[in-house]
């Protein structure tokens, strides 16, 4: 079964950067959209960017355009997230999801597979 592991949160301060990384077990990953998710406790998982299968795609939720960039090296298995100017209301857990499809979506129902999350705070 294909794995998804996330890695790069952490605490930052406001206006630093952060690079998180998904890495995928299966070698099968360049065929599917992976997006990242956020999700504060308590709350539901909100789409924050999302790549299509061979990187030429992207999609970003409105609050962070301009901040946050995604990319796909398919050679390494990975999925990057590029954040800058990070704000506190960016704070919450980031998770990436890979997609039944080739083009991301926002909805959640469209992901089959997901990692354990990873926590980036945004302190002020």
């Known amino acids: 079964q294909e794995q998804l592991v996330e890695s790069g949160g952490g605490l930052v301060q406001v206006g630093d950067s952060l690079r998180l990384s998904c890495v995928a077990s299966?070698?099968?990953?360049?065929?599917?959209?992976v997006s990242w998710f956020r999700q504060l406790p308590g709350k539901e998982r909100e789409f924050v960017s999302g790549?299509?299968?061979?990187?030429?795609?992207?999609r970003y939720a409105d609050s962070v355009k301009g901040r946050f960039t995604i990319s796909r090296d398919n050679a390494k298995n990975t999925v990057y997230l590029d954040m800058t100017k990070l704000k506190p209301v960016d704070t919450a857990v980031y998770s990436c999801?890979?997609?039944?499809?080739?083009?991301?979506?926002?909805?959640?129902?469209?992901?089959?597979?997901w990692g354990q999350g990873t926590q980036v705070t945004v302190s002020s």
């Open positions: 790549i299509n299968w061979r990187g030429d795609d992207e």
């Open positions: 299966a070698r099968t990953f360049y065929n599917y959209a």
């Open positions: 999801a890979q997609s039944r499809g080739i083009f991301p979506t926002k909805t959640p129902t469209s992901y089959d597979t």
